[in-house]
Nanobody, 114 residues
Framework: QVQLVESGGDLVQPGGSLRLSCAAS????????MGWYRQAPGKQRQLVAR???????SYAISVKGRFAISRDNAKNTVYLQMNSLKPEDTAVYYC????????WGQGTQVTVSS
């Protein structure tokens, strides 16, 4: 049974940085694409970044050049390094796995505000 636990969200000033983590269990982590999504108040959940089992990454245009997704297969963990944060990055951030795309964890809140 898949389980994803997100952490690392916080209140940060514009221009600041955060690193989110997502620990996965119940799956053969290394063979699946992992992704980060976010949902802002009143808006639909949207894809932020994905990383394939081979390490190939892709990004939403709004975060390209500022965010970096990575994975550590030894720790069954996927990360999202977020730099140059903007108020519009404020959202609950979730990770997701192709092993079970319908499963969502509790998410982690990121608030960018002065």
């Amino acid at each position: 049974q898949v389980q994803l636990v997100e952490s690392g969200g916080d209140l940060v000033q514009p221009g600041g940085s955060l690193r989110l983590s997502c620990a996965a269990s119940g799956i053969n982590f290394r063979i699946y694409t992992m992704g980060w999504y976010r949902q802002a108040p009143g808006k639909q959940r949207q894809l932020v970044a994905r990383v394939t089992s081979g390490g190939r990454s892709s990004y939403a245009i709004s975060v390209k050049g500022r965010f970096a997704i990575s994975r550590d297969n030894a720790k069954n963990t996927v990360y999202l390094q977020m730099n140059s944060l903007k108020p519009e990055d404020t959202a609950v951030y979730y990770c997701n796995t192709d092993a079970n795309p319908d499963y969502w964890g509790q998410g982690t809140q990121v608030t960018v505000s002065s």
